[in-house]
């Protein structure tokens, strides 16, 4: 445990003192926002929630985002050589794995946040919008965490596995960019049920955590994605030491 | 009887390692005491790296034991992380972080805690002559100074072992000879193993030699004992004043003188030869020189040093071979040739 915190103290320092950090905060926030406002302006008039429309302006983003914080965080170390000097430190793997990925985690919420504030700027400016349901953000923001959870530990994998920062963006960007196509073509191939369909569903998802239901089923299938990944990861480390 | 005091620091048995269809380590073994520095030689891809890389704990072997401190390097491999220093080669830092906040987290992560951390991170610091450098950013550092900082970071949780790849690899001689110091100053508390190329260095901190070739060991003495290896022959140069074609003859015939290579250099002769030390070779080359009248304003032989014998085991080349006409410049024209008696 006081190795995990050392290690994800050094991370969170790592990142919050680059000013990529802060770059890629300002441009997915602008990103984001740009997004959000350009959906509500063309569904004017239209019944559709404007918590409905933030929350999939975000996740739009999502893979980018997660892809430019994971894409560094094990191939630079492997690049740099400083992974040697880390795994030959009495620290176990599942340390620094889970410190790796909670500060990528940390990074990733901390960039998010800032959007959220888009939402209410444009309540506050649109006399058409009522105001903000709070639960309705509630909702958005657990999903919106359980998804980044979910591709954050996609992505420590994949970083995982090569030592070349573009090939790890490349393969990080479509591992998470594939659960959003996973609707479109679940719908496009006739052998799945709707039931199947929606049960995979991201958009589904969205929409149910916005409306207020805290479904118990994609929480328990993000979360299973997130500890198999990790798990692997954890394994891929120690590999280094059977190999 | 405390056994843990007693067996050697490294103990290696048939290690071997493979990559592939090649085998990067191929049966070695080999032990190293409490307290010894042992330089490990070898050429590029002889083994060395790997073997360091095994004993800290980042790869495993294909066959073969490895202990460090009595624990087994792939059953207890916590146990050795924690006995040893290692620095890698190139010395991998975070670049992005000061020195003093580097030592700290490491010590930190090595589990060295509170005001332990604070004092060893202080000593280490004068230890290493860092002092100066301690709040500058790691990235800005010159190559000298990562070292010191990569050997610094090895030193604080005080192990007893330390494995040192190469560390004073692109330094310069003033650097070098800080670090060689340093060193040198650690050995009486730590068991050092030291992999480098600069062989000069070896002779003067190391007390023993393990020269690895195509991942097995060709020689494990002492330097002073391998350079004794090659002291059956001498390279000696002679420098005679006299007819070329009759010191060649005069000098083949002396017995014990094998191989002499004339070059004539206007009225004097520069011959190069091997001869035999226990035959008193270059006492006779002196009284023949006496007895046919000739000057004499050379007569040395060339002290062999571990490059020899490192090249000798691991090229099978012998350095105090004569160099042949052909082998370097030619000498002037108007010099003449070389005359040789085989």
């Known amino acids: ?243 | 009887m405390d056994t843990a005091t007693e067996s050697p620091m490294i103990a290696v048995k048939n290690l071997t390692r493979r990559y592939g269809r090649v085998s990067a380590l191929d049966g070695v073994t080999f032990e190293v005491g409490r307290g010894e520095i042992v330089g490990l030689l070898g050429p590029n891809g002889a083994g060395k790296t790997t073997t360091l890389r095994i004993l800290s704990c980042y790869l495993p072997a294909s066959g073969g034991e490895a202990r460090i401190g009595g624990a087994d390097v792939f059953e207890e491999s916590m146990a050795v992380r924690r006995k040893v220093g290692y620095l890698p080669e190139n010395v991998p830092l975070y670049t992005e972080m000061r020195v003093r906040e580097y030592l700290k987290f490491r010590g930190a992560l090595k589990g060295v805690r509170g005001r332990r951390l604070r004092s060893r991170v202080d000593t280490v610091i004068q230890q290493c002559d860092l002092a100066g450098e301690a709040r500058t950013i790691i990235g800005r550092l010159s190559k000298g100074f990562r070292q010191r900082v990569g050997l610094a970071d090895c030193l604080l949780h005080e192990p007893e072992c330390l494995i040192l790849d190469e560390p004073t690899i692109g330094l310069d001689p003033n650097q070098i000879r800080h670090i060689r110091e340093l060193i040198r100053s650690l050995a009486p508390e730590h068991t050092i193993l030291i992999s480098t190329h600069i062989l000069s260095e070896v002779e003067v901190i190391c007390g023993r030699v393990l020269i690895l070739d195509h991942g097995r060991i060709a020689a494990s003495d002492t330097p002073e004992a391998l350079v004794g290896l090659m002291q059956g022959d001498e390279h000696i140069t002679a420098e005679l004043q006299g007819p070329a074609d009759e010191i060649a003859a005069a000098l083949g015939a002396l017995e014990g003188v094998r191989k002499p290579v004339c070059t004539p250099d206007g009225d004097w002769c520069r011959v190069v030869f091997r001869g035999n030390r226990q035959q008193q070779v270059r006492e006779r080359v002196f009284d023949l020189a006496c007895t046919r009248g000739w000057r004499l304003r050379e007569l040395t032989a060339q002290r062999r040093n571990l490059e020899d014998v490192f090249a000798a085991l691991t090229e099978g080349i012998d350095t105090a071979e004569p160099v042949q006409p052909g082998d370097c410049a030619r000498p002037d024209a108007s010099a003449g040739g070389e005359v040789s008696h085989a």
Request: with cysteine; proline share 4%.
């Open chain 1, 1 to 243: 445990m006081r190795s995990f915190l050392i290690l994800l103290r050094r991370e969170l320092s790592a990142v919050f003192l680059s000013p990529v950090a802060y770059v890629t905060m300002a441009l997915f926030t602008s990103a984001a926002s740009w997004t959000f406002l350009a959906t509500v302006k063309a569904q004017t008039g239209s019944t559709v929630y404007p918590e409905q429309l933030f929350f999939v302006s975000v996740l739009i983003w999502m893979p980018f985002l997660i892809t430019v914080i994971c894409m560094r965080l094990f191939a630079e170390e492997k690049r740099s050589g400083t992974i040697e000097t880390l795994m030959t430190t009495a620290v176990g793997e599942t340390a620094v794995v889970l410190a790796k990925y909670a500060g990528a985690l940390v990074f990733g919420w901390v960039t998010i946040a800032p959007s959220i504030g888009a939402l209410y700027i444009l309540a506050a400016m649109s006399p058409g919008i009522d105001g903000v349901d709070g639960y309705a953000v509630a909702g958005g923001c657990a999903i919106l965490a359980l998804v980044s959870i979910c591709c954050t530990a996609v992505g420590v994998l994949v970083s995982l596995l090569t030592r070349n920062q573009i090939v790890a963006a490349i393969c990080c960007f479509w591992a998470i960019f594939a659960p959003f196509m996973v609707q479109p073509f679940m719908r496009a191939v006739p052998l799945f049920r709707q039931a199947t369909i929606e049960r995979f569903s991201l958009e589904r998802h969205v929409t149910l955590f916005v409306s207020g239901t805290l479904s118990l089923q994609p929480a328990v299938l993000y979360l299973s994605i997130t500890v198999l990944m990790l798990f692997s990861a954890v394994r891929v480390l120690e590999s280094r030491r059977w190999l």
